[in-house]
């Protein structure tokens, strides 16, 4: 769809001259490695995509706010006023950015009029691509652009996780929304998600790509077990302070836990903080490895990950584990895991150009045969953060 058909879509939804309008993009964001570390202090290793968020938006003359998902087109059009700013169940997934701009307002930047603004998205939803986080973050970027509001882009991605946290309820990290915000061209992202520092790498896979799988299992974030596992690892955490000196998992080195990991008295607890701790650890090298253009040794690491999500913090099943298993088999294939929360979403591979075909073709059949379920594949580019955007075409 061109930027032209998407105006038109906006003038005839919102019954409005679109002259003024303007255009923002935020990407979705596939976890490369370093999973269920970024709110135990640990390191993340993401990359933005090229496909994302899309919002035309235009301010208006008084305090209404009405927004429109192109995506969602059976839900209609939601509109609220900028003194009504609360969680409706019936504003489904207007939420989002809706709970953008309650904490934009909490933080003191209050917007002086309402606005019209039509979303449209080419993440698939419930797949863990961070969806929610590209909504958030692409509605943060229009609202400090049309409106002119004093705010970094660092402190954005926080109000962005501070909106997901406080008002949809979802106990996230901070790294779907710092990856979506941040990241660069070509380049994944280290963040130390405790101090937020972060290092840009070049994200180069010689003569291979990365292959999203979608396992079709559609899972809630905010429904799932992932507050659990967050609680989990925060108790377990709490018995380590008692003899350690530390502020997070993240904080530990994969021998000191080894040393004290009789600190944690309930056995469950312990393989949820022994994944974080030695996740944390995968991560860092897994970096080193792909700076010194070792890819056969990120994908090892990559391998391991899985597993640890698999066996010591249990978030994989099924289908997850299908779709992985089936891809360690395959030739060209140099690693493979599953991305994001858990519990259903996407696996992330690298697979070797010349076998992609062969790859996507077999891989699918297994995963039918062994669960009855198609998996959506996506052979991704590796894209840059959140931005306005002048260009005439708009892909979906």
Not at 76 to 97: T, V
Not at 99 to 104: A, Q, R
Not at 113 to 129: K, M, R, S, W, Y
Not at 155 to 171: H, I, P, T, Y
Request: some cysteine.
């Amino acid at each position: 769809m061109t930027k032209t058909e998407l105006i038109k879509k906006f003038a005839d939804v919102f019954q409005t001259n679109a002259e003024g309008a303007r255009t923002f993009f935020a990407p979705g964001r596939v976890n490369l490695i370093g999973e269920h570390t970024d709110y135990n202090g640990g390191h993340v290793f993401p990359c933005a995509l090229t496909i994302g968020t899309y919002a035309i938006a235009k301010k208006r003359s008084d305090n209404l706010v009405r927004m429109y998902s192109v995506n969602f087109e059976e839900i209609g059009l939601i509109e609220f006023s900028l003194n009504e700013l609360k969680y409706e169940e019936k504003h489904d997934w207007a939420n989002y950015p809706k709970g953008v701009i309650y904490v934009f307002a909490q933080a003191g930047m209050k917007l002086d009029t309402g606005f019209d603004v039509l979303f449209t998205g080419e993440i698939p939803n419930g797949a863990g691509l961070s969806s929610s986080a590209s909504i958030e973050v692409v509605t943060a970027t229009l609202l400090k652009n049309l409106y002119r509001l004093d705010v970094d882009s660092i402190k954005l991605v926080q109000l962005c996780q501070q909106a997901e946290n406080e008002f949809v309820g979802v106990s996230c990290g901070i790294m779907d929304q710092f990856a979506i915000g941040m990241t660069k061209q070509e380049h994944a992202v280290l963040l130390n998600c405790q101090t937020l520092e972060y290092t840009h790498s070049p994200l180069q896979l010689k003569d291979a790509s990365l292959v999203i799988a979608n396992t079709n299992k559609r899972r809630g974030l905010a429904d799932s077990k992932y507050n659990e596992r967050r609680s989990e690892c925060e108790s377990a955490l709490a018995d380590l302070q008692k003899e350690m000196a530390i502020q997070s998992l993240g904080d530990m080195t994969p021998e000191a836990f080894d040393k004290n990991q009789h600190l944690i008295k309930n056995e469950m607890k312990r393989k949820r903080a022994k994944h974080a701790v030695y996740e944390n650890a995968r991560t860092k090298e897994a970096v080193v490895k792909l700076t010194d253009g070792d890819i056969s040794g990120f994908g090892r690491l990559m391998n391991e990950s899985h597993v640890s999500l698999r066996d010591d913090y249990e978030v994989t099943g099924k289908e997850l584990d299908a779709l992985v298993e089936a891809a360690w088999t395959k030739p060209g294939v140099i690693g493979s895991r599953m991305t994001g929360a858990g519990f259903g979403g996407c696996t992330i591979s690298i697979v070797e150009n010349c076998q992609l075909d062969s790859f996507i073709e077999e891989v699918g059949e297994e995963y039918t045969a062994k669960t009855g379920l198609q998996a959506d594949f996506y052979v991704v580019q590796v894209g840059e953060g959140a931005k306005e955007i002048s260009q005439t075409e708009i892909t979906k």
